[in-house]
């Protein structure tokens, strides 16, 4: 199970941080990161981290937004810098394990203008 935290209300130009973290012990192998989606339209990839990699970002959020992984706590942190009123969406952390996505809850950010 995946528990995702730390959506708010910011303005344009804050920042927010997002953490997810697994109630059980995760991999260091395993992918991790953050989809986000606006109504009506399908959950998008924000930022993942996998072992032996560079972290990957949607291009739009590339240099305001930093994943990172502390895996002796089981948590993945989504930190978000100079956020845009088109960062507004839910949020979702995810992790891939074999071929199986599993997701936590959700959470809230909405950047006002």
């Known amino acids: 199970q995946l528990q995702a935290s730390g959506g708010g209300l910011v303005q344009a130009g804050g920042s927010l941080t997002l953490s997810c973290r697994a109630s059980?012990?995760?991999?260091?192998?395993?992918?991790m990161g953050w989809y986000r989606q606006t109504p009506g339209n399908s959950r998008d990839l924000v930022a993942r981290?996998?072992?032996?990699?560079?972290?990957d970002y949607k291009d739009s959020v590339r240099g305001r937004f930093t994943i990172s992984r502390d895996n002796a706590k089981n948590t993945v942190t989504l930190q978000m810098n100079s956020l845009k009123p088109e960062d507004t969406a839910v949020y979702y952390c995810?992790?891939?394990?074999?071929?199986?996505?599993?997701w936590g809850q959700g959470t809230l950010v909405t950047v006002s203008s």
């Open positions: 995810y992790a891939k394990i074999s071929s199986d996505y599993y």
């Open positions: 059980r012990t995760i991999f260091s192998s395993v992918p």
């Open positions: 981290i996998r072992s032996g990699r560079d972290p």
